[in-house]
């Protein structure tokens, strides 16, 4: 929740090469206070059923630039384990990009939902609402 100090995020991932959820994806928080500054881990979370990450670490007052780190690698290995049961081994990894980090700046008193689309060769964000 964001108050006049502070800004909040939250995320969910989409996997677009299902069109559904990604579930078990972990996703750590960072925020630093100025673009000089060092960055301080928040802790972190992974997506729900539903793609969501609902519990990430509340950002710290003066917080502004976040990033969120995907761990999108072993989510993949694990789709693409289950899908070779029943098919043959289609590719030699499970992700051309292993994890995706996405830094933007915040403003005290705003949210900022920032949605992932993902799939095995390429990812996109925006800023949702």
């Given at each position: 929740m964001s108050t006049d100090t502070t800004a909040s995020v939250s995320t969910h991932i989409l996997d677009t090469s299902i069109g559904r959820p990604a579930e078990g994806v972990a996703i750590t928080l960072a925020a630093r206070s100025g673009f000089e500054?060092?960055?301080?881990a928040l802790g972190?979370?992974?997506?729900?059923?539903?793609?969501?990450?609902k519990d990430l670490p509340a950002l710290p007052e003066g917080t502004t630039h976040v990033r969120l780190d995907f761990e999108v690698e072993?989510?993949?290995?694990?789709?693409?384990?289950?899908?070779?049961?029943?098919?043959?081994?289609v590719r030699?990894?499970?992700?051309?990009?292993?994890?995706?980090?996405?830094t933007f700046a915040?403003?005290?008193?705003?949210?900022?939902?920032?949605?992932?689309?993902?799939?095995?060769f390429g990812y996109s964000v925006y800023r949702g609402s």
């Amino acid at each position: 929740m964001s108050t006049d100090t502070t800004a909040s995020v939250s995320t969910h991932i989409l996997d677009t090469s299902i069109g559904r959820p990604a579930e078990g994806v972990a996703i750590t928080l960072a925020a630093r206070s100025g673009f000089e500054a060092e960055w301080v881990a928040l802790g972190g979370s992974a997506t729900d059923a539903d793609g969501r990450c609902k519990d990430l670490p509340a950002l710290p007052e003066g917080t502004t630039h976040v990033r969120l780190d995907f761990e999108v690698e072993t989510y993949f290995s694990k789709k693409q384990a289950e899908a070779q049961q029943d098919a043959p081994r289609v590719r030699d990894s499970g992700a051309f990009f292993p994890e995706v980090a996405i830094t933007f700046a915040v403003t005290p008193g705003e949210h900022y939902h920032v949605p992932l689309l993902l799939n095995p060769f390429g990812y996109s964000v925006y800023r949702g609402s």
